[in-house]
Every structure is written in C-alpha cells, then in structure tokens.
C-alpha cells in the first residue's frame, strides 16, 4: 500500500539543505508507516545491516561482536526476515553486556556507548525480538540511525542525515512496491 511518508522524508531532506540541519522529532512520520505488519522488523534488520557494514575500527570483542551479527543477517530476506529467535537472543544479551557501562551522573545513571553500530544492531535485534509491533521503538531506532553531531547544530539530522535519509525513501518504496505485487 503506498504512503505519503517517503515524500515527508524528501522535505525533511529539502530541509537539511535549506537550513543545514532540521529536528530529530521530524522523523516522527514514520511511526505510521511502521504500523503495517512486517514493515518495523524489516527496517530493523536494514538498519542492523548497515551497522555491521559500516567502516570503522572495531578491535576485539566488538570485531568478535559485528562478525556474529553479520552471520545472523546473512541470507535473511530483507523484506520478510525471519531471524532464529534463540541466536538473536543470544547475540543481543551479548551486545548488551559488551556495552554495559553506566556512570552516574547529578541525578541518574547513564550508559556509556563505545560504538554506537552495535548500539544500533542491538536495538535492532530488540525489536525483532520483543517489539515487533511498536511504532515508537521503530522510531527511536530512526533517531539513532539517522542523528549525526555537527557543532554547529548539535545532534540532528544534518550533513551525512541527508544521504541516509534518501536511502531509507529508496527502502520505503521498495518495499511498499513489493506489497503491492504481493496484493494482487
């Protein structure tokens, strides 16, 4: 069924270049879209797939960490994944632990994030987990995936936003024409 989100997304884009940056909460449009069965877990694992596909510096046990994820991903049907839920477990309470430093702040505990793509493979990992159906942890994951620090701008949507925005509006409408082969 085709939406008017992925326009929503181009102006959001539209205004990235007008004004160099625009608001994290613009992306909350997607909630909508991600209401439709199948299309959270799918944009979950895109997102966990660029993750694990990013360049960077990864010693040790995050290495260890992104070349699991990547076997877990391998061979999933991007727009149907079906994930064994037992290793994604597995992998997530992993990737949670490696990641389990907190530091007490003025009046809460914060926790320390090393590499923010594992960050972005577990929460995707959560939603096909535990939240398959929730459109607000599907956009908090969009946050995440799409927020880039500029000093000029703090953390928004902004510079490298811009092509990352365009690529989920590519996803978008792939698979919104792979739902409409799939209803006739």
Not at 22 to 51: D, H, I, Q, S
Not at 116 to 129: M, T
Not at 140 to 147: G, H, I, K, N, P
Not at 160 to 167: A, C, N
Request: proline share 3%.
């Amino acid at each position: 069924m085709r939406t008017t989100v992925p326009e929503k997304l181009l102006k959001i884009v539209v205004g990235i270049d007008a004004d160099g940056q625009a608001n994290l909460t613009r992306l909350t449009v997607l909630k909508k879209w991600f209401e439709r069965p199948g299309r959270l877990t799918a944009f979950a694992l895109w997102v966990a797939a660029r993750a694990t596909s990013r360049k960077g510096k990864a010693g040790g046990g995050a290495a260890g960490l992104f070349k699991e994820a990547r076997a877990l991903l391998d061979g999933q049907d991007k727009f149907r994944p079906a994930l064994g839920r037992a290793a994604a477990e597995s992998l997530h309470d992993r990737l949670r632990e490696f990641q389990n430093e907190h530091q007490r702040q003025k009046w809460v505990s914060v926790r320390i994030v090393h590499n923010w793509n594992l960050l972005l493979v577990e929460e995707a990992l959560a939603i096909c987990i535990w939240y398959a159906n929730s459109p607000v942890h599907g956009y908090t994951l969009a946050s995440d995936y799409f927020r880039n620090y500029d000093p000029r701008y703090g953390t928004s949507l902004n510079g490298p936003s811009h092509k990352m925005i365009l690529e989920m509006v590519q996803f978008m409408l792939t698979v919104e024409a792979r739902e409409a082969d799939e209803e006739r």
